[in-house]
């Protein structure tokens, strides 16, 4: 529409072109709001999403969208262009919603205009030929039109109803029922751009965070949303800059999974205490049962529990007689039992002087075993609970490479420290728990201890709710549009016989379905004997 | 919670009973099918309640005509007038008991199905959906129920062959490819919106096998009628095309709002579960894509030039994504929609 209003007053100045450019416009109106085009739209919506189904998305797995790009060569590499990786952002996804809600919008304002004139309309006049209507009735009968027509008024209670005396005399009742259908079909629509707009302002307002925290209520298990930084993953909605973050922090005191004999698990819980908003400066910490599927609702965040693994504890024994212990998380490998791989690495202590420090910092890499087995010397895990933890190491001296300036994956060594020989192995072995391994230089590298970690998502999206609200409505009007048929009926009366002199009247009964006709017939069927039966006991009154 | 071995035992047994009951009960009704008088001449002898009931008149080519030939007061000459109410032929024709027999075997198929599912549910001590052989066994369920109960309104006992085909296929690969022994679920799937949203999601997709067969039946038809030189056998022993038609848009208008709520409360549990309520995960595209379809159907049954033919067309692509749904995105992409055991 609004296209059509902005270029109406251009149009007056020069009429034969603005008038054609109106008349295009005009047109490219009617046609992207006909009823056929939405068809056409809603289809290619239908195949647009589908891509995002058949191949990874960047959005929900980056590195196996990458690899396969790598795969498929220049197949993989055009597709990527043409956003097939992103096909919720793409353009030509979003063009395609696009020019549907604007369909909608056109096509849900005239009718809404159109629905309110007709809340106040009567129902339309009785047609000349009823006989003609789809479902259709005659019957003569020994009663007065009046007493006819007041037994139908009594039957039709309920349907909208006029009456009108025609020219040749006769008389007739138009009724109308079922007019919430549209509403339904209206409140339907509009729920749907309900539900689009709110799901666009998310976009824009929402953001989700992942850390990962030790479930051991130590140092490391405190979580505070007070800044990007404290994330180890970020995801922004388009305006979020990360000085927004409703402040509150959490504190993970422990965790516990329950697994059956087969190693499925039944059970994640972390025991968690919290604190937002008034709490904050007072220090006070509330408990909460973070379980999946019952996240922390606080100060307009969630935190949810998404999953959880091993942090072997090592000390390490210098030659002076000076221990450094070091607790970090290593990652799942096999998420089944929980086979984890990592490292964990030491700065040498005392050691100001960089150049010393690189050649003394040590990393301990492996795998850790919460159930181990071994194959020969080779460790694997048979169960995901920490049963017979072990640790397979190999003890690399050196330097680690992290005043290079590069960012580091916690969960490995730079390998290009070791191709270029300032990274060297010195040892490997596998460890039970309270073992140790004595070094080349008489360092002692002993396994502690087990902690667990917990990963935690936060997401907050203010928007959720009105999307809920939406879909509540879209929901409601949905049904009510499918159940709700919207028909009429129509009942003429006229003396028989013309003159007037026998007392009895034709009744005739004409109903027709403004929807689907489906259904309809048992409807008329009914309320039509019953009107006419009606009109034969009028005869008494 | 412990699982009841025994339980889950019976629970496959009478799994496999039903296939098989579901399988002699096609080949009853195929007899009826192939045997029994077409289309024209059953109808004409057998319909009557039927065409009460729905206004499909005998012969009559469209709703419009039957309806007023059937209800109106005045009498029609030129049509043999149909009783309402008297049904019987007291001499049944050979067929025509192979498939009330066939009838009758549906119906113990469905109650043996269902014990197996209630069983299920006991012995895992859970809502009996938590993998896909459940899943699958609940949408098979429905849409035979959904069958049953349609046949009680329409004349279509002797198309049920062609419903309990995918049904019967669907139990086989569930039965045998699929089957996942009875356990307890994940902590993701421990949830009340388990039973809420799948119970939703199998009731809808159940529900919506059947117009994809009748819209399938429709198009042979209509094939027929355009070229009768096209599915010769098979469109001569179909009902008219608009009471196929009639079918498949009352079963998806049922279906549909139950497929709209099961989504709803899916997003709902994403909320809780993953930390989105929509995420663009494989199986939430797909449910997505199967919803914007029908809702497509439900607009060309509404758009002058898209009725009929186009729209059956569109609602079984919407069957075709459905089932889609159900073995692709499960079996072969990654999402986080996992069931356990598959
Ligand atoms: C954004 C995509 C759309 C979706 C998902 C959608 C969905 C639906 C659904 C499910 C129905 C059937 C239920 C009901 O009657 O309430 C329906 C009906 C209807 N829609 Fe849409 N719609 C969309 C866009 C449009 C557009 C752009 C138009 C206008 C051109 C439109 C016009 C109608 C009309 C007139 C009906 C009533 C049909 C009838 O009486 O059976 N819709 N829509």
Same mark, same amino acid.
């Given at each position: ?37 939405a068809?056409?739209?809603l289809f ?18 980056s ?12 197949w ?8 097939? =990786? ?28 159109? =629905? ?20 259709? #009735?005659?019957?003569?009968v ?17 349907? #909208? ?22 509403? +339904? ?17 998310? +976009? ?14 130590? *140092? ?13 993953y ?39 205490q919290?604190?937002? +908003? ?23 965040d ?17 030659p ?10 290593? *990652? ?24 010393q ?53 916690i ?13 060297q ?29 917990v ?25 009510t ?16 016989g ?44 | ?14 799994y496999?009973?039903?296939?098989a ?41 469209s ?31 050979r067929?025509?008991? $192979? ?25 895992? %001590? @859970? ?26 309104? $329409? ?6 062959? $062609? ?8 139990? $086989? ?5 699929l089957?996942t ?30 117009p ?24 001569? @022993? ?25 989504i ?10 993953? %930390? ?35 729209a ?31």
């Open positions: 529409m609004s296209t059509d209003q902005s270029t109406r007053p251009s149009a007056q100045h020069s009429p034969s072109r603005f008038g054609a450019l109106l008349a295009f416009l005009r047109n490219t109106w009617r046609g992207l709001t006909a009823m056929r085009t068809l056409t739209l290619l919506l239908a195949l647009g999403a589908m891509p995002g189904a058949l191949l990874p998305q960047r959005s929900l797995n590195a196996k969208t990458d690899q396969y790009i790598a795969d498929h060569g220049w993989g590499r055009l597709l990527d262009r043409l956003q097939f =990786y992103d096909v919720y952002s793409s353009v030509w996804f979003s063009a395609i919603y696009i020019l549907l809600f604007t369909s909608l919008i056109g096509c849900l304002l005239p009718r809404t205009v159109e =629905y309110a004139r007709q809340l106040r309309a009567k129902p339309v006049l009785t047609p000349r030929n009823l006989a003609r209507l789809p479902h259709h #009735r005659q019957s003569t020994d009663a007065s039109a009046d007493a006819v027509l007041t037994a139908a008024r009594t039957r039709l209670r309920g349907w #909208r109803v006029a009456e009108h005396t025609e020219e040749d005399g006769a008389r007739s009742i138009s009724a109308e029922r079922g007019f919430l259908r549209e509403t +339904g079909n209206l409140v339907f629509h509009f729920g749907l751009l309900g539900i689009l707009v709110a799901f666009a302002l998310g +976009g824009i307002y929402k953001y989700e965070g992942h850390v990962i925290v030790l479930a051991n209520g130590g *140092e490391n298990s405190e979580f505070c949303n007070s800044g990007v930084a404290n994330y180890d970020f995801v922004p909605g388009l305006s979020v800059d990360g000085t927004q973050l409703s402040p509150f922090c959490v504190k993970v005191n422990g965790f516990t999974a329950q697994y059956l004999p087969t190693g499925q698990p039944t059970s994640y819980q972390a025991d968690i919290y604190q937002a +908003g008034a709490d904050l400066s007072t220090g006070t910490w509330r408990p909460y049962d973070l379980r999946v599927n019952s996240p922390l609702r606080t100060a307009g969630r935190v949810y529990l998404l999953s959880h693994g091993y942090a072997p504890r090592f000390t390490v024994t210098y002076d007689g000076t221990q450094r212990s070091n607790v970090i998380q290593w *990652e799942q490998a096999d998420p089944i039992t929980l086979l984890s791989s990592g490292a964990t690495k030491f700065d040498p202590p005392d050691t100001p002087d960089p150049e420090r690189r050649k003394s910092q040590l990393a301990i890499t492996g795998l850790f075993a919460p159930t181990a087995v071994y194959d020969g010397t080779v460790l694997s895990s048979s169960f995901p609970e920490l049963r017979d933890p072990a640790v397979a190491v190999d003890i690399y001296r050196g330097d680690l490479g992290s005043d290079s300036g590069r960012g580091q994956s969960y490995s060594i730079d390998q290009s420290m070791v191709d270029s020989g300032r990274l192995k010195v040892a490997r072995k596998n460890l039970a728990l309270g073992e140790e391994i004595t070094l080349d230089d008489g360092t002692r590298v002993r396994f502690d201890n087990v902690e667990q970690w990963s935690l998502q936060v997401s907050h999206d203010p928007t959720q709710n009105w999307v809920l609200v939406f879909a509540v409505l879209m929901l409601l009007g949905l049904v549009s499918l159940v709700v048929k919207r028909r009429r009926i129509w009942v003429r009366v006229t003396p028989a013309g003159s007037g002199g026998s007392g009895r009247t034709v009744v005739e009964v004409g109903g027709l379905a403004r929807t689907d006709q489906a259904g309809y017939g048992e409807e008329f069927t009914k309320v039509a004997d019953e009107l006419l039966r009606a009109a034969r006991a009028g005869r008494e009154s | 919670m412990p699982v009841d071995e025994s339980l889950s035992t019976f629970s496959d047994w009478s496999g009973s039903a296939v009951v579901y399988l002699l009960a096609m080949i009853f009704l195929l007899v009826e099918q192939a045997f029994g008088r077409t289309a024209r001449a059953a109808a004409a002898g057998r319909t009557a309640r039927a065409a009460a009931l729905v206004g499909a008149g005998a012969g009559g080519s709703v419009v005509q039957a309806d007023q030939t059937d209800q109106s007061d005045q009498s029609d000459q030129d049509r043999p007038r149909i009783t309402p109410g008297v049904v019987s032929t007291p001499q049944r024709s067929p025509e008991r $192979f498939g009330r027999m066939g009838a009758a075997l549906i119906v113990l198929g469905a109650l043996l199905h269902l014990g197996s599912i209630v069983l299920r549910g006991f012995a895992a %001590g @859970r809502a009996p959906w938590g993998n896909m052989y459940e899943y699958m066994s609940v949408v098979c369920f429905v849409a035979v129920g959904t069958w049953l109960a349609l046949m009680r309104k $329409f004349p279509i006992r002797r198309l049920s062959a $062609f419903t309990l085909l995918p049904v019967v296929v669907l139990m $086989f690969i569930g039965g045998t490819a089957y022994t009875a356990a307890p679920v994940q902590p993701s799937l421990q949830s009340y919106w388990l039973v809420v949203h799948v119970s939703a999601a199998a009731s809808g997709s159940g529900v919506l096998l059947v994809g067969v009748a819209s399938l039946l429709y198009l042979a038809r209509k094939a027929n009628e355009r070229d009768p030189g096209r599915f010769v056998k098979l469109a001569a @022993r179909l009902p008219e095309a608009d009471l196929l038609d009639r079918l498949a848009y009352r079963t998806t208008i049922i279906a549909f709002p139950v497929y709209t709520f099961g709803f409360c899916g997003a709902i549990w994403a909320e809780s579960a993953w %930390g989105r309520f929509w995420g663009w995960d494989p199986k939430e595209i797909v449910a997505f894509v199967a919803w914007v379809v029908y809702a497509a159907y439900l607009h060309a049954r509404a758009t002058a030039g898209w009725r009929g033919n186009r059956a067309w569109i609602n079984v692509v919407g069957f075709a994504m459905t089932v889609f749904n159900l073995f692709f995105v499960n079996l072969v992409t990654t999402g986080l929609h996992s069931y356990a055991g598959v």
